[in-house]
């Protein structure tokens, strides 16, 4: 009792009841695997607290699930379960899907906004612009999913009597370090395109601002994208993040958050990739150094890119 | 009544005019190493000293990047794309005019029949200048965003099965893309590559833009880990790519890596069977099966297992295994003892895990070093024939049901080069071509190239493309923070 007292918890800033006010009822923070919620099999949780914000210390938001190695492995299992499948739907079903999260995500504005400023220490109206651009950027990527083939695949004029055609393929499981700043637009630019390309991910979440990444599931599964398809992690990214480096059933990792997180060199992590040649994502920066990119720009094609192969077919052609 | 023979037809070694000694080719001219080291090339056929030449050093190496370097800034760096695309055209008639004696160096160093370095290696290598010379002014209209540009001095490490046109598959789109280039051939497959420098200095191309370094494994990794190399690009075996991987691991470098296959060729029941048994001769045997796309695991539909194989005998029994300069030869020579050693370690362990071995009669020199085409039936799985990577003329024959369990075979392997699919229905074609995680599907026909189709593996058969618009990918750098940084 002494700590919601001391520390006026909750993301909305609720404090105790009083007369003639309501007790807000305080939301769990669970991790999302293969379409449910659990929490985490070490049954851990660390605690997560907000930006400073003035003269106030950073204040007690949640304790969120701390996940563990085996969450990781059990969320590739689920991811590897999902991808085919979710890679065979049309594209322009996988649109049609990405949308659907667009327009979850919009209704939940409020509680994204509330959760990302509170991460991120922004006004309500910057929280508000942030979260809607996450939005848009769901919005883009669900229209990209019936014209990669088209824009990145194509028919090659062989010499020769061949009918010879280049496609873009999913790679398949995905791991995602989501950015540790950008907690839900950076989230949001990592995962999107991964997934539009027809790929299942395991993400882990901002270490020190999950809470965004969670109600982002939410949102997931109450949209339509299959179970398994996007899975998310909450925890210690140093801990998270070889496991998902070193496993052999993942395909590609994207390494936007080794920027800024504790105890984490994306050298190590890109050595342990080798292991089965994944595909990396190296962090934005220069030299050595690891830094988040302006996730406000456009994104381009180069991040889907990375998570898509070519195949490419010959056929004869004759009489 | 015996088998037809055939008289003799050598093609003409006079061609060829071979240097005792060659030096390195840095800057435009060619240098003698700074260690001093000499190693020798022989014909994998004869065993005869071809030439000796130069073993770089970490020092001749950084002396080559230095000189890429220089070249980058300056006249190449300065050049529009259209004079960089005449260029290329210009390499690539010149390999056209030394057509013969390219194929000629190319089968004497390598030990590839003629007809295959003469009706394949060659031609391919001028094809792949002449094509990306044609984009070396139009890279803003390749799709791959607005204003490319180059991403500097490339490190390129080839192997020696396709020694010339693996030389034309990384240097073409480098300079097209405004790159400058150093190329470190194989230890056991020189000589074209050192041909190609005196091509260049025939072209008047600006010095250092092009630079050999000839060595073995430790050129290869000076060059890799040189802090002046902005990429790499690298075709080989898949423990030597995984290696690369590692040292690159936290660097900006960048990498293209064309690793290893273990490619299934299925063949179903409806399959035209005289077809198919050809496609599969050539998806194995072609260039003694050096290739890392062949197709050495063949997967034949139990119902007419036994047909495809007895066929399939038969045909192997007209090859003809020897002198790769006779125009006559199909087979020839393996390229280094080395190889030999290790095919032959692969074999016997084939038979015994229980295979059945079968090798047609064939009289193989006596001098050289020689494997006669080899199929094993009877092969599981689990056996190490049907999981390893064996570069040589030796094919494992698996069976299978349904397409299914065709598919679930086919991608029961840590690599994801290429695969075959035979058979006369269009439908089951595009259902198996869409199942396979290969980078190239071949449908009714095996082991074909060309510089607009674009290469390459899924899985830890590595990283990238090579060849079309793809291909340009790994050589451009493009503005605008993010996309820079993949």
């Keep these: 009792m002494s700590s919601t007292a001391t520390r006026r918890g909750g993301v909305e800033g609720g404090g105790p009841a009083s007369a003639g006010t309501r007790l807000d009822v305080r939301k769990t923070y669970k991790l999302y695997i293969g379409g449910a919620f659990p929490r985490s099999e070490s049954g851990r949780s660390y605690e997560v607290v907000s930006a400073p914000a003035g003269r106030r210390g950073p204040r007690f938001l949640a304790n969120a699930a701390m996940g563990s190695r085996k969450d990781v492995r059990d969320a590739v299992v689920a991811a590897r379960a999902a991808q085919p499948g979710w890679a065979a739907a049309t594209a322009y079903n996988r649109g049609q899907v990405l949308y659907r999260v667009a327009e979850v995500m919009e209704g939940r504005t409020e509680q994204l906004a509330a959760e990302v400023a509170a991460a991120e220490g922004l006004t309500p109206a910057r929280a508000r612009a942030v979260v809607g651009a996450a939005v848009d950027r769901w919005v ?51 995962v999107a395109p991964a997934v539009c390309a027809g790929n299942a991910v395991v993400v882990a979440a901002s270490e020190e601002r999950p809470l965004p990444a ?47 997180a504790a105890g984490v060199d994306w050298a190590d992590l890109e050595r342990a990739a080798a ?45 | 009544m015996g088998k037809l023979e055939y008289a003799p037809a050598p093609e003409s070694r006079a061609v060829v005019h071979l240097k005792p000694s060659y030096d390195l080719f840095v800057g435009g001219d060619w240098v003698a190493s700074q260690g001093g080291t000499r190693f020798t090339t022989i014909s994998p056929a004869t065993e005869e000293v071809l030439a000796e030449v130069a073993e770089a050093s970490a020092a001749d190496v950084d002396r080559a990047v230095r000189a890429a370097r220089t070249a980058l800034r300056g006249p190449w760096g300065r050049m529009s794309g259209a004079d960089r695309g005449k260029y290329l055209f210009r390499i690539a008639r010149i390999i056209q005019e030394r057509a013969r004696e390219l194929a000629v160096l190319e089968t004497l160093d390598n030990g590839k029949p003629i007809k295959e370095s003469r009706d394949v290696d060659v031609p391919l290598a001028a094809a792949h ?24 001095v490339v490190g390129q490490v080839i192997p020696w099965n396709f020694p010339l046109l693996m030389l034309a598959w990384k240097v073409a789109p480098a300079l097209a893309c405004g790159n400058t280039v150093v190329l470190k051939p194989a230890e056991t497959t020189p000589l074209t590559a050192l041909l190609f420098a005196e091509i260049c200095q025939q072209a008047e191309l600006p010095p250092g833009v092009v630079n050999i370094v000839t060595g073995a494994g430790g050129t290869g990794q000076a060059l890799v880990e040189h802090p002046g190399v902005d990429k790499v690009a690298f075709t080989g075996s898949t423990e030597v790519g995984k290696q690369i991987a590692r040292s690159l691991a936290g660097t900006r470098k960048r990498a293209t890596l064309e690793l290893g296959g273990k490619a299934a060729n299925i063949v179903f029941d409806d399959a035209p069977v005289d077809q198919a048994v050809e496609g599969i001769v050539n998806g194995i045997f072609f260039n003694q099966g050096h290739v890392c796309c062949a197709g050495s695991r063949l997967l034949v539909q139990e119902n007419v297992a036994d047909e495809v194989v007895r066929r399939l005998k038969r045909r192997l029994t007209t090859l003809r295994v020897g002198d790769p300069l006779d125009k006559n030869t199909d087979v020839g020579a393996i390229n280094s003892a080395a190889q030999l050693e290790r095919i032959r370690e692969l074999s016997d362990l084939g038979e015994a895990e229980g295979a059945t071995r079968w090798s047609p009669e064939c009289e193989l020199p006596t001098r050289g070093f020689w494997f006669p085409p080899t199929v094993f039936t009877g092969v599981a799985q689990a056996h190490t024939i049907a999981q ?33 699919v035979w058979s006369e229905k269009g439908s089951r074609i595009l259902w198996v071509a869409d199942q396979l995680r290969a980078g190239v599907v071949w449908a009714n026909t095996f082991n074909k190239f060309d510089p607009t189709s674009p290469f390459g593996g899924y899985k830890e058969s590595g990283w990238g493309r090579e060849g079309g618009r793809h291909g340009l990918e790994a050589y451009v750098a493009l503005a605008g923070g993010q996309e820079e940084q993949l």
Excluded at chain 2, 129 to 152: C, E, I, Q, T
């Design chain 1, 275 to 319: 292991e089965n040649l994944k595909r990396v994502i190296r962090p934005a920066g220069t030299g050595a150094d690891a830094v988040e990119p302006d996730w406000s720009a456009e994104p381009g094609l180069a991040r889907v890119r990375a998570v898509l192969e070519t195949k490419t077919v010959w056929h004869p052609k004759g009489r």
């Design chain 1, 214 to 260: 969670v109600t982002l599931a939410e949102c997931l599964a109450t949209s339509d994208v299959p179970g398994g398809v996007v899975n998310l992690v909450t925890g210690r990214t140093a801990e998270l993040a070889p496991t998902l480096a070193s496993h052999r059933d993942v395909n590609a990792l994207d390494l936007a958050g080794a920027a800024g």
């Design chain 2, 388 to 420: 390893q990577e064996v570069f040589g003329p030796v094919l494992s024959v698996l069976t299978f049901r349904t397409p299914q369990e065709a598919v679930a075979k086919a991608n029961n392997t840590p690599y994801g080069l290429s695969a075959g």
């Design chain 2, 129 to 152: 200048f002449f094509y990306h010379a044609g984009w070396a002014d139009k890279l803003s209209y390749a799709g791959l965003g607005p204003d490319p540009r180059p991403v500097g």
């Design chain 1, 140 to 190: 883009w990527w669900a229209g990209w999913t019936d014209k990669l083939a088209q824009v990145l695949g194509g028919l090659n004029p062989v010499a020769g009597p061949y009918f010879d055609i280049s496609a873009p393929e999913p790679t398949g499981v995905v791991g995602v370090l989501a950015p540790q700043a950008s907690s839900l637009l950076g989230l949001v630019s990592v």
